[in-house]
């Protein structure tokens, strides 16, 4: 609405060399799976593949850090290992070499973003892309004093083909469903609809997004559930809405009780 602002999310990724840069915008939180199609943008943008990836420690790529070794997610290792590029995580007390992609955050904030009216999500990218053609891209960067373009034509004959096409939504945690309708993870139970468990074994595909909420969906890739990440260990998550037996469509219920009068 004219007037509203509005929340937008988004991934960015620059050559180190050329300062050659690409944006990915959604107006909700990055789910894995969607981090790792912004990586194929990316790379499609790009025309090739970097040997390696410098990046922000960030949630949806870590799991943690044990005793200075950072531990990937699944989804993230096996897209990483799949497109065969190096990676390397900043410490969060490194200023310096986090300071070129922070510089490309502002950029886009100040000079693309503010004051933009959001449409959608396709035309807003529809947009970045003419932006980035006309503007960031195309004028003398400060730093280097080059143009990024014209330094990306040289570059891009040194970056890896892209090999095939990659479905980002293969590389989701599988879970098996209990009997009472729930999944583990990390330590906690959390629920899917009643009716999900089918004998003798039902998987169900879940990821976490970075403002911490487990998305869980179905064999067909439709979401069935979403959860806050609970911190401790040992609970049930889940309100009494997933207590409801959703294999059976609301007429059908409907008829039942009326056939009790």
Request: include cysteine.
């Amino acid at each position: 609405d004219e007037g509203h602002r509005k929340k937008i999310y988004f991934f960015s990724m620059v050559l180190s060399r050329a300062r050659y840069k690409y944006y990915y915008y959604q107006d909700h939180p990055f789910t894995t799976v969607e981090a790792i199609f912004a990586h194929e943008q990316a790379f499609l943008f790009f025309e090739g593949i970097p040997e390696e990836i410098v990046y922000d420690q960030d949630t949806l790529l870590l799991i943690s850090e044990n005793k200075g070794d950072l531990i990937l997610t699944e989804a993230f290792r096996k897209y990483a290992e799949y497109r065969g590029f190096k990676l390397h995580f900043c410490r969060k007390s490194d200023p310096q070499s986090k300071g070129k992609v922070e510089n490309v955050i502002k950029y886009a904030k100040h000079n693309f973003l503010r004051g933009r009216r959001y449409v959608n999500d396709k035309v807003l990218n529809g947009e970045s892309i003419d932006w980035l053609s006309r503007t960031a891209n195309a004028k003398e960067h400060s730093s280097i004093k080059k143009i990024p373009y014209e330094e990306w034509l040289m570059e891009k004959m040194f970056l890896n083909p892209i090999l095939g096409s990659y479905r980002p939504e293969n590389v989701l945690d599988e879970h098996d469903v209990i009997k009472d309708n729930t999944i583990t993870y990390n330590g906690n139970f959390y629920r899917v609809p009643v009716g999900t468990y089918k004998p003798p074994r039902t998987v169900v595909r879940a990821e976490v997004t970075d403002d911490k909420q487990l998305i869980i969906y179905d064999a067909d890739n439709n979401k069935i559930a979403s959860h806050k990440i609970y911190p401790g260990k040992g609970e049930t998550i889940g309100g009494s809405n997933y207590l409801r037996d959703f294999s059976s469509s609301i007429d059908q219920l409907m008829g039942e009780l009326s056939s009790q009068f």
